[in-house]
């Protein structure tokens, strides 16, 4: 399995109501990263959460940590239609030489009007 | 502020040609990577350079892909020859110089789609 995969894989919901996706991860973490990508666009950062920190939060959108567990979710809260897009999270392990930032696959959210 | 700048946006090319793909990263960025993206295997890093100088090319798939990085603020990543496999979409992204990288979002370009026939 991959570093950093998403629950679910698709969530429709409709405008209004909150959105809650989840991340779990297999190695220990520096941080771990949330990012939206809109069809046809590059993904954008969205929050980063460190090893330290068990939630965040910023605008609309909280992000929690559980190391112990080894996973993360993102809340969007009060979602709107601008919202459908594809969220990622992306994990940053800590291996050496080989540390990089790994990406989900991500998950695709609706939002009905 | 402009964002980062990849080019072309689309490139539709046949088998066994030469296909290299631009990326101008923000001003001032130190790091720079190339992913690529496609349906089965998700978003994978490439490769990154830091103060343009390659520091883990171990995602470079075989020896047909290569990236330069001839200075701050422009990239390549070129692949010769193309093989229908290459398709998917390519994504270049910059973040600022931290403790590590890991500390900095990464600012990503709208990628070029690449399809080899």
């Known amino acids: 399995s991959q570093q950093g995969e998403e629950d679910p894989q698709a969530l429709s919901i409709q405008e209004g109501e909150n959105a809650t996706m989840n991340c779990s991860y297999k190695t220990s973490i520096n941080n771990l990263q949330w990012y939206r990508q809109n069809s046809g666009r590059g993904l954008v950062h969205l929050i980063l959460i460190r090893s330290n920190e068990r939630e965040k939060h910023s605008g609309r959108l909280r992000v929690t940590l559980d190391t112990s567990k080894k996973s993360s979710s993102l809340l969007i809260t009060a979602s709107r239609a601008a919202d459908t897009a594809s969220y990622f999270c992306a994990s940053y392990s800590l291996s050496g030489a080989n540390s990089k930032l790994t990406f989900g696959k991500g998950i695709t959210l609706s939002v009905r009007p | 502020d402009a964002g980062v700048i990849q080019s072309p946006r689309h490139e539709v090319t046949e088998m066994g040609q030469e296909v290299t793909l631009r990326c101008k990263p923000i001003s001032g960025h130190d790091y720079l990577f190339w992913y690529r993206q496609t349906m089965m295997r998700g978003l994978e890093l490439l490769i990154y350079?830091?103060?343009?100088?390659?520091?883990?090319d171990s995602g470079m798939p075989e020896d047909r892909f290569s990236a330069k990085m001839p200075n701050a603020s422009f990239s390549t990543l070129k692949i010769q020859p193309s093989e229908p496999r290459d398709s998917a979409v390519y994504f270049c992204a910059s973040s600022l110089r931290g403790a590590t990288y890991s500390n900095q979002p990464q600012h990503f370009g709208d990628g070029t789609r690449l399809s080899i026939l």
């Open positions: 350079f830091n103060n343009n100088v390659p520091i883990d």
